[in-house]
């Protein structure tokens, strides 16, 4: 089974991006499953209904969030809908939504989890306590399990990793939009990899546009966030999983531009 995930898509022009390159992309490099973060995908922050029924109907399975998840009040009906959207699986008991769904793909059942760091990041409950809880739930239902760690913290992605390796899949980073390149199997079988970068305006800061943030710094002066109307690139990786095992036999970045 090759599985696509794509990094933090940043606004309409991450959003288009996806929708004018997935389908080709998907046909090069064989996936049968695809992953997108859309936590940014409205304007920079959270999403809204417009933005998941477009990356929808591109063709992605599932949309992973973070901490932006509720910014837009479309979040709630979405997350409360029938939408392959997913939120953080441990925001406290009672908030709206889910932080697994499970996918069937060809004769195998795919669950995907989405958690969030507390490094730097929400008040929230402890992710590796709700990531052994999560995949207990998952024992016996999914053949594969993702997870979409959304963190700020370099060290606590690395710990998640480490802490599910042989229990997942995959352990992918997201949050902090800029790829990493340290993907590599890990010894139990998991495919790790930091971040896997953003989709959106190449020559910005984190897609917004860079005079902004430069003038933020040089005078701490707040100002309104403008996302950059620059060329834009996707990142992500492709995941080779042996679907019977659960593990995964090999990790690749993917950049486009």
């Known amino acids: 089974m090759r599985i696509l995930i794509i990094g933090d898509v940043i606004g309409k022009p991450g959003v288009d991006y996806v929708r004018g390159r997935l389908k080709s992309l998907k046909k090069l490099y064989g996936a049968d499953f695809c992953i997108v973060n859309g936590e940014n995908a409205a304007n920079g922050n959270g999403i809204t209904r ?5 990356l929808i109907a591109a063709g992605v399975d599932v949309i992973t969030l973070g901490n932006h998840a509720f910014d837009k009040p479309d979040a709630f009906e979405i997350l409360s809908g029938d939408f392959p959207v997913i939120r953080p699986a441990n925001y406290p008991a009672g908030t709206p939504g889910d932080g697994v769904i499970l996918c069937d793909v060809g004769n195998h059942t795919v669950g995907v989890v989405n958690l969030l760091g507390r490094v730097n990041m929400e008040c929230v409950d402890c992710p590796f306590r709700s990531a052994d809880s999560v995949l207990a739930k998952l024992k016996g239902k999914a053949n594969v399990v993702l997870v979409d760690f959304h963190a700020d913290a370099t060290s606590e992605k690395i710990a998640m990793g480490y802490y599910l390796d042989g229990r997942a899949a995959a352990v992918v980073g997201t949050h902090t939009h800029v790829q990493t390149a340290d993907e590599r199997v890990l010894g139990g079988g998991t495919a790790y990899i930091t971040d896997i970068g953003m989709t959106g305006p190449v020559d910005s800061v984190l ?16 100002r309104r966030f403008e996302l950059s109307e620059n060329p834009v690139a996707l990142s992500g990786v492709i995941i080779t999983v042996d679907a019977d095992t659960g593990k995964a036999d090999a990790i690749e970045r993917v950049n486009l531009s």
Do not use: C, M, P
């Open 50 to 54: 417009e933005a998941a029924d477009a």
């Open 207 to 222: 897609g917004v546009e860079k005079e902004i943030i430069l003038e933020r710094f040089l005078t701490q002066i707040h």
